[in-house]
């Protein structure tokens, strides 16, 4: 599914007004019309509904609603939050067609909550049409209010194209937002409600044809948001006489002392992912740990002087294991160690094997991030949480948070690499800029492991020979749509890290399945 950002989005409706002669008052009216659509399916052919409207071209898109409800027999109250002459262009031309006796103006803080709380917390359905997606500031004021009597309420929200307060291109609550059960959209799904936290606030989203002409809708910029439809086509079916020779042999250098069970998650998902072979090369001293933890996969011990850590000692038995493989994931729980970081930034600049890097090889390379300039791999996938992005930038978490797509779009393109950037709704960037948002997994994912289970998955499908591009978006999708497996089965609460692991061969027979 398309999603854009709120500039994209008035371009389109530009375009549909000035080149294609379609008025603004059609839009305006079909929005509203299949708002109405929309509520009579979800709450019944009659009812009661509040319109609560702002004084743009959102609150336009609910006097429409209003209108077309009584039509259809609904008992409809209207409040704006301004005052009457403030209302101009199709939202005033719509205002006027509705009977002044189900409209009261309420610009005035204190009105809305001293006169009419009761009445809204009294209607089977609340229409949200006060901010659209053009919000750039805090919500404050008369608008703060009403955000919060309807939020208090606890009757449906329908909110008009997106929650009021959210923001419609990086998904930040401006102050205070809507809760909505359902929210529908025009044309094409933003960012502010499929990013996180705004796809909290909106609801079950539904995307509605407004009349926009195809060609307007193709030719715009967008992202792709990943789901079932749009990951199926990726994947590959097999061959009945194909051997393990054709699915890729793995290269997987991670653990360290305390940190095994990384090392065992990410070479046990590469094969759980569908690689023909996988080695896992590990610290002499921990070798044994690994031969019992990984049944399926080949053990390669690198020296380590008995420490439980790698080093850039450990680099000529590694360039000895490269002949012969298809990709290489780094980092796995290999530690701090300096002799590690040092083994690490010598990979990244001598490697030329297609490369996922995670983990303690991030934090490696956010000591001397100038190494990404010198790798040697025309493919390297970086996976970090935002606490490691914000390390690789030099930047604050909250820096990372601020906009997800923008940060790893810019970083993706400086340094030549695919990133992605792992969290609730994770971001793939590509070195040409292009963005894809994940719409699978659940919060049951917040657990130790994960990240190394995703490193595995990314680098088995490298070694099948997938593009990096759907490597990437292919391995993200598919992590966490075996997590909501899990989730379907056992519940969200305690999932762990192996169960998703063990989750993905039943992943991949659903997606393929399916029709």
């Known amino acids: 599914m398309k999603v854009v950002t709120t500039q994209t989005m008035q371009e389109i409706d530009k375009r549909a007004i ?14 509203g019309q ?3 659509d929309a509520i009579i399916s979800g709450f019944g052919p ?35 939050l301004a005052e009457r002459s403030r209302i101009s262009g199709d939202a005033a031309t719509n205002l006027e067609r509705l009977p002044l006796d189900s409209v009261a103006f309420c610009p005035l803080e204190g009105q809305l909550a001293g006169r009419y709380r009761d009445e809204i917390a009294r209607a089977e359905v609340i229409v949200d049409a006060m901010l659209g997606t053009g919000l750039r500031s805090d919500v404050s004021g008369v608008y703060r209010e009403a955000v919060g009597i309807i939020n208090a309420s606890g009757r449906p929200v329908l909110a008009v194209d997106i929650p009021s307060g ?25 960012l502010g409600q499929v990013l996180c936290p705004g796809a909290e606030y909106t609801g079950r989203l539904v995307v509605a044809d407004i009349g926009i002409p195809p060609q ?19 994947l590959r079916r097999r ?25 065992a998650l990410s070479a046990n998902s590469a094969v759980r992912a569908g690689s023909g072979l996988v080695t896992l090369a590990v610290a002499e001293s921990l070798h044994n740990i690994l031969e019992t933890k990984t049944t399926e996969v080949m053990t390669v011990p690198l020296p380590d002087s008995n420490s439980g850590h790698v080093s850039s000692s450990a680099y000529p038995a590694i360039e000895r294991l ?18 590690t970081t040092a083994l690490v930034q010598t990979i990244v600049e001598s490697v030329a094997l297609p490369m996922v890097i995670d983990a303690d090889g991030l934090n490696a390379l956010a000591d001397d991030i100038s190494i990404l300039r010198r790798k040697k791999s025309a493919t390297t996938i970086l996976t970090p949480h935002p606490g490691e992005m914000a390390r690789l930038l030099g930047a604050s978490v909250p820096d990372v948070e601020a906009d997800r797509i923008l940060v790893a779009r810019e970083f993706a393109r400086n340094f030549g690499v695919y990133l992605v950037l792992k969290g609730s709704r994770t971001i793939i960037a590509s070195p040409t800029g292009t963005a894809a948002v994940n719409g699978s997994g659940n919060p049951g994912m917040a ?12 680098v088995s499908l490298l070694g099948q020979r997938y593009p990096a591009w759907d490597a990437c978006r292919l391995g993200v999708f598919i992590h966490g749509y075996a997590a909501d497996l899990v989730a379907a089965e056992k519940g969200e609460i305690g999932i762990c890290a192996s169960d998703v692991q063990d989750m993905l061969p039943y992943a991949y027979k659903r997606l393929m399945t399916q029709d």
């Open 166 to 190: 959210i923001h419609g291109t990086t998904g930040r609550v401006l102050g205070k937002a809507v809760r909505a059960t359902l929210t529908v959209t025009f044309a094409c799904a933003k």
């Open 216 to 234: 307007v809708m193709e030719a715009a910029s967008g992202y792709d948001l990943l789901n079932e439809e749009s990951i199926r086509p990726l």
């Open 46 to 80: 009659a009812g009661s509904a509040v319109i609560v409207a702002g004084s743009g071209n959102n609150g336009g898109d609910g006097y429409v609603i209003a209108r077309l409800l009584r039509q259809a027999g609904w008992r409809v109250s209207v409040y704006v």
């Open 447 to 458: 657990s130790g492991g994960m990240g190394d289970v995703l490193t595995g998955i990314i």
């Open 18 to 31: 000035e080149e294609f002669g379609i008025p603004g008052l059609e839009l305006m009216e079909s929005a």
């Open 239 to 263: 061959d009945r006489q194909a051997h393990k020779g054709h699915f890729g042999h793995c290269l997987v250098i991670a653990g360290s002392t305390g940190k095994t069970g990384a090392a």
């Open 322 to 339: 490269l002949p012969g493989m298809d990709a290489l994931a780094l980092g796995p729980g290999l530690g701090r160690h300096p002799g």
């Open 34 to 36: 299949s708002c109405v």
